[in-house]
């Protein structure tokens, strides 16, 4: 069973990379995760909720956007302490992570980016403060992996914006009180702010999932929304805009994925360690080595990728086919070292009573959202031979 | 979605390697699949319940135990005709081909191979008609993958047999009218007939699962359960018949499996050729080619595994290291389909509305149970190498 | 080392499906192999020398086009047979299978279906005989994947043709009396016999390979040849002809790389259990015994995959697509079978006193020749989507 | 063909993790692989021969032995700049870093850690300068993995050592002038420098290998030998001692495969943006982009856990375990990128007029030499679990 003395896994000394602040918050996420979501977590995955609690524990813990650097000072967080945070979240699960993801990279950093002076006032330290939840519309049901396709639509009005469409797949959906709805106005593809309370929005949860359980998905539905032009994002021109947006939400993603393969390996090993088979501990089996040692290997090799990463961010100097590279390649490792994991726990693998199936559920929908496996694949293979394979 | 004209996959002509009978069969539980399972069996999933009114239209159907030659008769269904019945039950849902394996190979095959005459007369024909359901009791908690040392023991009373134990992970558990209990005498080990009423036994239903939703898990609970001497199974004696027990139910799988990777293959392929992407259908770009042509590379071979594994069996020349193979191999490949055609699926691929991610989450459980892949690799090295690198 | 009572590798009793006539053409072929070529085959491979004297050997054997019917007989070997010929040769070398593929498929097959009477009666018994040896010229150094595009001209002249063009990757290039030579002649594409006397035919052989150093690979180069009318192939019209030719080898190719990957796995496995290490022989290792598993799984699939085809073809019921199927799979399978027996030969997997080694290097050419892994998996994928995915 | 401007392969801005010295001394040894090994090292490759004349090249470049400090004196280089020489060396061939390892790490090292004053003064400038060969003869016949089963013996006589045994797979041993003889006395293993003038020593190259063809491999063969006391190793004491210097290779290894795999894909995204199939570069093809995009994956990580490997050997902490993991999973990275390159090469891949297939045939050596991917799971195994899986 997890236990709250979480040690980390560091084959390669990396703590020592890490300075003090960095060591400092991931440790102080560390315990809160032992202490609040492991003991839960499980039964909200069966149960098919998100822990709505957790919200302002986690917003006081002040981690929300805390990456950017809002007001004119300095960001809270450096890039790499953000990085910590994402990955001892989704030690816990995949949906945490995903809710802060999803404030922070996708709702708070356009705000920031793209938004007027009025709505960051309003809107920035409401999210921070988990008083407000947001929301990202961009996918629609036709327009997966090829978002500039979108066909939602913004007509300019007298008085503002009239909005029109079906998004898809949405984190918080239906439980935020605010969406970036990304809508295409016949000139370009712009960004807008819609509250809940618009007449015609509506969003309707999406069940019958067995990934992410714990999390909210949502359908949005625009029937005519109208906004006032202030809720526009002014300074939002185009889905370059909205991949920007993605980026973000994608560095996220490649370090908290660390975090669940870290929970799946440390349980396996303690598993193997514990479980006596023909009389011998099953991790004395040279089968059950192999796939121990190729989980900690690539789980070492994933962390350096992003500390990497999250330095070159923290210089600004960065691209996104970088941030392609993390997320593949973190991604579908912590897939595949859950699904190790879970082949190592035999029987019990298929039960929320232990982490690593409720992870390797979870990682099929972290392996698609944010672009799948196959686009990243293809946007790192345009960067590197300069000919674009898609579209 | 998935259509009640369902095709097969059959890119080698393997339908010309099978009779009329084997052919007739085969399509008439495919048509049953189609229009009873296919439509409701998600919902199932989610819910986390086994369709009980399944059982008596599948008795009808009559290919419980069908291919044991009971009452002296010929079998109803020769070995290879009786693997496509369990290839179309699992392209439904690994749990209806779970109850057939269980009924036909873990209950009616040990009364028939080593029940008294008694046991089979009352036993054989209610199983077969439905009427009664029965359950495998051989795991426990801590004896999986090494059923030898299981610590449930049968003492020898003046009446009987008192049995005290525990059992787990045991299909049918909660809704079997009888359970064929394995234990150690002291002697050796040894089966028994334990119906649901005696006193001490109860099947408490494991729950928070993420696979087999559609099926039932239980504990077996043996507290002082006290039985006639006529309940024992006379002519099983040793862990050899346990395990010859096991072999028909890994028979069943090798063929079962594949139709499942078949169901997932058939939707992927469905929905590439329809779901447009940058203006053309996925199914035009490579990497999704790819997938899918590893797909149907696998399902083809492992089609023609199972069907030279059935005429062995037809003809009573096999060896359980063979089974393995077919076992191991067909069930890995079959996981990795559903993990392919998952991926194709992109953000769909999680819900219990595709059949795909369903058929993913439950061959996690077929992957392990009846041996998980590394028993099996070693089951085969044992036979090729002649050295035992276990126990 | 190797020994001359090689038993073959079935682990699912396939020699059962074949019949008398097939195991005896079988077994003649697996003693020649072992007597003749064994012995000597790695010295040819180290000094990149073709053993021109196994010719006539081979010759005598009769199987040298022995799948076509010749002079309106019938064949002298069925398809499944003459797939164990190639089998058995390749379990000696690719280089050998090479020779006999390019005779059989790539020179007697296109005369006999695509030349006239005088041509056939001339050369196919030449051939058949090795008295006379072939080459066939399509690929040209620009055009491997795309054959279609090739630039080699043939110009109508008073007398005949007038071929300008260079080939390369020729097998038996340099040892060939005749060569067939595709060319475009600005309506289609036709092919020409080129015997080697023909003043401006060259074709110098190409050295540095590392790969079937025992068989010849040349360019060949024509500049202003000159031929008679005669010497057209009259009924090959078009690039499709050229491309039957290509389905006829792969044929064979699908068949003797399972001969490679049994000379890798039988090595492998004598070697495990008689290489002791840390007191016991490697084969009670379960890494090793995982790898040895791996190489019969495929072996025994491959060779379930191979006969199916060789059936289908008997019968005159087969696709390009299904040939491709096997091509890929097999090849692919018998090179990293023959990686993994280099693995556990340890550093003895590096010379040529043992097989495995050179059939792997061997396997990197039969991979690539005959249409790359890609190219069929495109072949495949078009077949099963409808939808070409190159071009 | 390769340029003598090779740019190295850097994706994640790792030059940026580098000081200016480390930088410098990797341009030197680049620039001087690009001018003097790329143009003719196939040459060697093909013709089996150790390029002798470098010998004193590279001693001008001052690496062998330049992270041991002799002397009292600071090392000539840090571990991170002495491995990427390693990386650049074996850019060129691995057969070029296999030289200087065994010069560095088998044979200075030892002498430095276990040596005399003697020993030291007189044998470390001589190989330091190329004046002296040396090599390292640990492995034997039958003992490869096992190194401690040796059965070399050194019996002591009046007047010092006479040492009987064989030796096998000695890299340099024709060429050495001296050899570092690791021997059983009947209580603990030790080691001895034999001079190759030594009465009873002798050393046969053995060829028939298509790996590391420009270098040398040889046996050495002990008959009698006698040496005087002083050449004992007087520090080395046990198996442990020699286990020592294997893992100084181990580290240059880790180093040195990334510049194998570095050639292999600059060499195949070279030849992908240049060769023209079905009327566009073939770099524009999806399988050929995925294909690509693994290797430079892999490549951007093997980088940082070499890196982070040598920042923690420079700070004197780090484990045996850990320069495993960086041996087993760069050499079988490099491995593996190089495969991916002769398959993206296509015919080509095969001849030594390119690199990708030399390195490739290289690296099958350097997986199995100084422990093997199956003995390096073990070793990393043993760490992480506490339980040793051998033995």
């Not at 997966?144 to 639509?153: E, M, Q, V």
Request: glycine share 10%; with cysteine.
């Amino acid at each position: 069973m997890p236990s709250a003395l979480f040690k980390g896994v560091d084959f390669y000394n990396i703590d020592s990379l890490l300075n003090e602040e960095e060591l400092m918050v991931r440790d102080t996420v560390r315990k809160w995760i032992s202490d609040r979501a492991i003991p839960v977590i499980g039964r909200y995955m069966e149960e098919g909720k998100f822990p709505m609690e957790f919200i302002s524990e986690m917003a006081e813990l002040d981690f929300f956007g805390a990456n950017i650097p809002m007001g004119g000072n300095e960001p809270v967080l450096n890039n790499v302490a953000y990085g910590l945070v994402m990955q001892e979240l989704e030690r816990g699960d995949s949906g945490l992570r995903s809710f802060a993801s999803v404030t922070g990279g996708l709702v708070m950093y356009p705000i920031f980016e793209f938004g007027s002076q009025e709505q960051k006032d309003y809107w920035l330290p409401k999210l921070r403060s988990g008083e407000k939840i947001g929301c990202f519309g961009l996918t629609e049901p036709d327009y997966g992996s090829n978002p500039g396709g979108l066909i939602t639509r913004a007509e300019r009005t007298d008085s503002g914006w009239l909005i029109n469409g079906d998004k898809m797949w949405i984190t918080n959906g239906s439980i935020a009180d605010v969406a970036i709805i990304w809508a295409n106005t016949g000139e370009d593809i712009r960004g807008f702010l819609v509250e809940k309370e618009r007449q015609g929005f509506s969003a309707p949860e999406m069940k019958k999932k067995f990934s992410l359980r714990a999390s909210v998905t949502s359908e949005l539905i625009l029937d005519n929304v109208e906004i006032p032009f202030e809720n526009e994002l002014p300074k939002a021109k185009g889905l370059v805009s909205a991949l920007r947006c993605l980026t973000q939400a994608r560095y996220g993603i490649a370090w908290g994925v660390i975090g669940a393969a870290m929970a799946c390996y440390d349980e396996a090993l303690d598993y193997a360690k514990n479980r006596i088979q023909f009389g011998k501990p099953i991790a004395s089996y040279q089968l059950i080595q192999r796939k121990l040692v190729n989980m900690i290997t690539n789980i070492t090799k994933d962390q350096l990728l992003a500390l990497q990463l999250g330095r070159m961010k923290d210089q600004g100097n960065y691209t996104f086919a970088q941030v392609s590279m993390a997320k593949k390649n973190n991604v579908r490792n912590a897939l595949n070292t859950a699904r190790e994991a879970v082949d190592i726990l035999g029987a019990n693998g298929i039960t929320y009573e232990y982490q690593s199936g409720r992870h390797m559920c979870n990682l099929e929908s972290v392996e698609t959202y944010e672009g799948t496996n196959d686009i990243h694949t293809l946007i790192i293979g345009g960067e590197i031979t300069g000919i674009k394979a898609f579209e």
